[in-house]
């Protein structure tokens, strides 16, 4: 090799490498830019979301408007040169296209496909073979008469020129109308106690069949619209056979797909527990769900409908419940991610366009009627009346991640253009914010939805009433783990109602508290014997938790300890100022027994503030509180309280009785002090350090003295709660260690 060679070489790989060095500095930069994007997405998608959780509506509307309101159509295109984005945090993309960068729409993408994957996994495939033949009745009625709607409303009404029924952008907006979001719904009957109607169960189960019927819709639209794509685009000379070909095909392949998912289930479950660690089997189903996306991909149709089908094959396992409660947090994190995407794909010159939001509000009304009427009018059919046919229609109405999935879809793969995504984008906002009243006022209406009421034989529901809101947590605890123990799966669907799915092999059951203190069971007939006795076992195993926590809790042992401790924290005396006052204080009690001086300082409370009906409801908390365990100190003191829930702060009540009662306290002296605390019974406040702080200040019989011949109430208060005067518990105040003053 001459030299000349060897320097042509050099020269070619030191511009390579340069290119390579170039290439990744600007692969860094980028990386940089994203990171950014995600802090503000997630920081802006939870001040929405929240917002509009506290105006009770779906979450993912303030989701999306975040989107746009941050998107490189509105904020994310001001400037900002000082911190090193002159073009704004969400540019644009020169030479038009997505208006989202690749990496971001990436991040939008995986989304996706969690959010299908779950939507598959939570599937109840019991439900859907029990109410297959009303379920498949009228979610198909709503699938059929919605997407003639969408494909209607596109021609008659869409922007774009030379629109028929077999366009693709008619094709794809008759597809994104199909779509329930069923989660909504469940939100209202939940909250309605409506879960369990005919209505309720019936709008579930057809969701489920609405679902299915939507996603194996989809994959077909797709697959028609590349044929007609590679058509000459005239509809009398349009390859009808092949057209039907594919349409079967593609059917074929979804329920091929799924029967072997379920076929093989089992197998399934078992190769995914062979790795014990439930974390490690999560991460694995997921990565089924990413494999089945690109198949499905690489076969011509939406991975999101890979995701789907994973998901709805895995469903029949034993470990579906485990799975969804390990993914939620990572849901948590990336479904909103999405939806801000596909807010800032809204082009809000375009949406605020006349004919735009004449045209996405005029397909929102057709979305809804279409839903109202294709699933009430079969629901007629099905021993509903008007009233129930009207529940269903009106449950099924609201769309929502689906639709947007399905409209991101359309956008990016140049089906949708922005006109078109706007108006889906308006139809979308305006079913979900218009569902939640039109459903409320439905199940409001008198009178029951079905014409003839037909028993259930293999339904049931069993319920374990519990004495106080404090045992049904305790039993609560309990009975998942007696669960646990057997090898069920236990997964928390909703934290707000407590509601569980718990499950193994072929047994399932619901779990959910009622009332705060009733849990219920909802369970095959044949499971209500097996959910009784683990109930049972449970409650005798709490009784001997019980039992050994009364021998740790003998009050004369425990109460004693406290004369060794030689540092106590304490509330700051502005607080304990504003829980006990002068005028709470009764320099001399008239009474001689312990109820009857109960009662009397309860007349004491806030200053004698309190109406006769809440003395009687903190009475009865103090009392039954003095019925688990006295509440005497050392030295002539007695600490009785209580929480209730008609008081809405901490207030306190002392009573002076030198000369003492009919009642002993834990040494065996007469009680000569007593004070009394009431608190809320479900708020926090600071009932148990109060306590505490004047439990501290009385450990010694020279301080009880001091507070039982004090000169008046101000005395005794600042005693009490703290003072110049009394060095103890001024220095318990600081956490430091005090020695008892004489």
């Not at 929480?643 to 002392?654: F, L, Y």
């Not at 000369?659 to 000569?672: A, E, I, K, Q, W």
Request: hydrophobic content about 50%.
């Amino acid at each position: 090799m001459d030299m000349n060679s060897v320097a042509e070489t050099a020269a070619d790989t030191a511009a390579a490498t340069a290119e390579a060095v170039s290439h990744g500095g600007d692969m860094v930069h980028r990386m940089v830019i994203l990171v950014f994007q995600l802090a503000v997405i997630i920081f802006a998608v939870r001040i929405g979301g929240g917002i509009m959780k506290r105006i009770k509506m779906p979450s993912v509307l303030g989701e999306l408007i975040a989107g746009i309101v941050i998107g490189p159509y509105l904020l994310g295109k001001i400037p900002l040169p000082v911190i090193g984005f002159p073009h704004g945090l969400f540019p644009l993309p020169e030479g038009g296209g997505m208006p989202v960068s690749p990496e971001l729409y990436g991040f939008a993408t995986v989304a996706s496909l969690i959010l299908l994957f779950m939507v598959g996994l939570e599937t109840d495939f019991r439900q859907f073979l029990k109410y297959s033949v009303a379920g498949t009745v009228i979610g198909l009625g709503g699938v059929v008469v919605s997407f003639a709607a969408g494909d209607f409303a596109g021609v008659a009404f869409g922007i774009g020129d030379n629109l028929h029924y077999l366009s693709p952008a008619c094709l794809f907006l008759g597809a994104l109308c199909t779509a329930t979001s069923v989660g909504i719904t469940a939100r209202i009957l939940s909250e309605r106690k409506q879960m369990d109607s005919p209505e309720g169960v019936t709008i579930l189960a057809s969701a489920i069949i609405d679902d299915v019927l939507g996603i194996i819709g989809l994959a077909i639209i797709i697959s028609l619209i590349d044929v007609l794509r590679a058509g000459s685009g005239d509809i009398s000379g349009l390859p009808w056979a092949n057209i039907a070909h594919v349409a079967i095909e593609t059917v074929l392949v979804c329920v091929a797909f799924s029967a072997i998912g379920f076929a093989f289930s089992s197998q399934i479950g078992r190769f995914l527990k062979s790795f014990r660690s439930p974390t490690a089997f999560t991460t694995i189903t997921l990565g089924l769900a990413f494999l089945a996306a690109g198949i499905f991909e690489t076969a011509g149709l939406a991975m999101i409908i890979g995701a789907y089908v994973m998901g709805l094959s895995l469903s029949k396992t034993d470990i579906a419940f485990i799975v969804q409660e390990r993914l939620h947090n990572l849901q948590d994190f990336f479904v909103p991610i999405f939806f801000a995407v596909m807010g800032m794909i809204v082009d809000l010159d375009r949406l605020t366009k006349p004919e735009v939001i004449k045209f996405g509000l005029i397909f929102g009304v057709l979305a809804v009627i279409a839903k109202i009427i294709g699933c009430a009018v079969p629901a007629l059919l099905l021993n509903f009346n008007m009233t129930g046919a009207f529940r269903i229609g009106a449950g099924m109405v609201p769309r929502g991640e689906v639709a947007l999935i399905i409209a991101g879809i359309g956008m990016s793969s140049g089906i949708l253009d922005a006109d078109m995504f706007g108006a889906a984008i308006i139809m979308t906002l305006f079913t979900t914010m218009l569902a939640p009243p039109v459903l409320t006022m439905a199940l409001a209406l008198p009178g029951k939805g079905v014409t003839v009421e037909r028993p259930s034989d293999d339904f049931r529901q069993s319920r374990f009433p519990f004495p106080s809101e404090s045992v049904a947590e305790g039993a609560t605890h309990s009975i998942l783990a007696a669960f646990r123990n057997e090898g069920f799966f236990i997964s928390m669907v909703d934290s707000a109602s407590r509601l569980y799915h718990i499950r193994k092999d072929d047994q399932a059951f619901s779990m959910w508290r009622e009332d705060n203190h009733t849990v219920v069971f909802s369970s095959n007939r044949r499971d209500v014997t097996f959910i009784h006795t683990v109930v049972y076992e449970a409650l005798v195993e709490m009784h001997q938790d019980l039992d050994r926590i009364k021998e740790m809790a003998k009050p004369k042992e425990f109460r004693r300890t406290l004369r060794s401790v030689t540092s106590v924290r304490t509330l700051p005396i502005k607080e304990k100022q504003e829980i006990l006052r002068s005028d709470c204080v009764v320099m001399r009690l008239v009474s001689r027994d312990k109820q009857d001086a109960i009662r009397e300082l309860v007349r004491h409370l806030d200053g004698g503030g309190l109406p006769i009906k809440c003395e009687e409801a903190v009475l009865e908390s103090i009392f039954e509180r003095e019925a688990a365990a006295p509440t005497e100190l050392e030295f002539g003191v007695s600490m009785p309280h209580g929480r209730s829930e008609v008081v809405e702060h901490v207030m306190a009540a002392v009573g002076l009785c030198p000369d003492g009662m009919n009642f002993t306290s834990l040494d065996g002296t007469p009680v000569r002090l007593m004070i009394m605390v009431a608190s809320p019974k479900n708020t926090s406040g600071p009932h148990l350090h109060f306590l505490a702080s004047i439990t501290g200040a009385l450990r010694t019989k020279e301080m009880v003295d001091r507070v039982v011949n004090a000169a008046d109430a101000e005395e005794v208060v600042k005693l009490l709660i703290g003072s110049k005067n009394a060095s103890l518990v001024e220095r318990l105040i600081t956490g430091g260690d005090a020695k008892p003053s004489s």
